[in-house]
DNA sequence: ATAAGGCCCTGACCGC
DNA sequence: TGCGGTCAGGGCCTTA
């Protein structure tokens, strides 16, 4: 489930992979994958073009083209993006191919459908909405505590939702709320400055250090690079139910919250 | 405006 | 070994 720190990793590896790279034609093989505009335009604008900048913005990944048109990609759950030699056969998960002058091949792969692409001249169509990035100087522990005053939802679920800071999904949710000692059941507008700014201090430190950690690699999930993230070592509560915590033994303790797994620890966070 | 639930999808896993 | 049922969940959509 790639997250930021999974999206940055990809963008970091892809950029050697691709940059200066000419699209000689494109193949779609299961149009819904294309969100904008429809696959047959979509393959005539991007045809001849050259991939030029590689850039991420919440958990979306921007490829800048020389046209001057961004081709954006969200990998959702299981999207996969991979750049093989052309001898490779796309396998039956593999809904869009990009014939490379190379003679490479990108394969875009989702066994779950759940990733969406985008060509678009302005970024800003698809990213509007998405709240500041946690790692810029725009987030900031004010700005922070007004988008979560007022709210009754739980934090929680305010952490996951992208118009509030954008790129934190579940795992790095459930761990920037163990480091700040936040139960992750809280109403987002009962939480005091002391613990916004513990909270915004902590979203940084997991989205900085899973970075450094390549991401996290559970089940499948492998940067595009090929050698896996390693940050799922260093997870404090995210799929450790019933495990002790680490910090004071206590059993790790799993509840739904907005409609997700989450994983906590009933003496730490209060 | 906010909150909550459904939906999209398929592989993995479980119990029988 | 086969099979049905359940779970996983990001973001968008609908409903209240």
């Not at 913005?57 to 993006?81: F, V």
């Not at 007004?146 to 795992?171: C, F, M, P, W, Y």
């Not at 979203?203 to 999930?221: C, K, M, P, T, W």
Request: positive net charge; contains cysteine.
């Amino acid at each position: 489930m790639p997250e930021l720190p999974e999206v940055e990793t990809y963008v970091r590896e892809l950029r050697p992979q691709l940059a200066g790279k000419r699209i000689v034609q494109g193949h779609v093989h299961w149009p819904r994958i294309i969100a904008q505009p429809e696959s047959a335009p979509f393959l005539e604008l991007i045809r001849g073009r050259r991939f030029d900048s590689f850039d991420r913005r919440g958990k979306y990944i921007l490829l800048g083209l020389d046209s001057g048109e961004s081709l954006i990609i969200h990998l959702r759950m299981t999207g996969e993006i991979r750049v093989h030699p052309a001898t490779v056969e796309a396998d039956k998960h593999t809904h869009l191919l990009l014939d490379l002058e190379s003679g490479e091949r990108l394969h875009y792969r989702d066994p779950r459908k759940f990733g969406r692409v985008w060509l678009v001249t302005d970024p800003a169509t698809v990213l509007g909405k998405l709240g500041p990035e946690p790692l810029s100087a725009g987030f900031t522990p004010a700005g922070f505590g007004e988008r979560l005053a007022g709210r009754s939802a739980s934090i929680k679920a305010l952490l996951l939702d992208q118009t509030i800071l954008a790129g934190v999904g579940n795992i790095y949710a459930d761990e920037a709320l163990f480091l700040a000692k936040i139960d992750p059941r809280r109403r987002g507008g009962t939480l005091s400055p002391a613990e916004v700014a513990a909270l915004h201090e902590a979203v940084r430190a997991v989205l900085q250090a899973g970075i450094e950690g390549r991401g996290s690699s559970l089940q499948n999930y492998a940067p595009p690079g090929g050698a896996k993230g390693v940050f799922q070592e260093q997870h404090q509560v995210f799929r450790r139910t019933d495990q002790s915590c680490y910090r004071c033994g206590a059993p790790i303790r799993r509840v739904v919250l907005a409609q997700r797994s989450t994983h906590f620890c009933p003496e730490c966070q209060t």
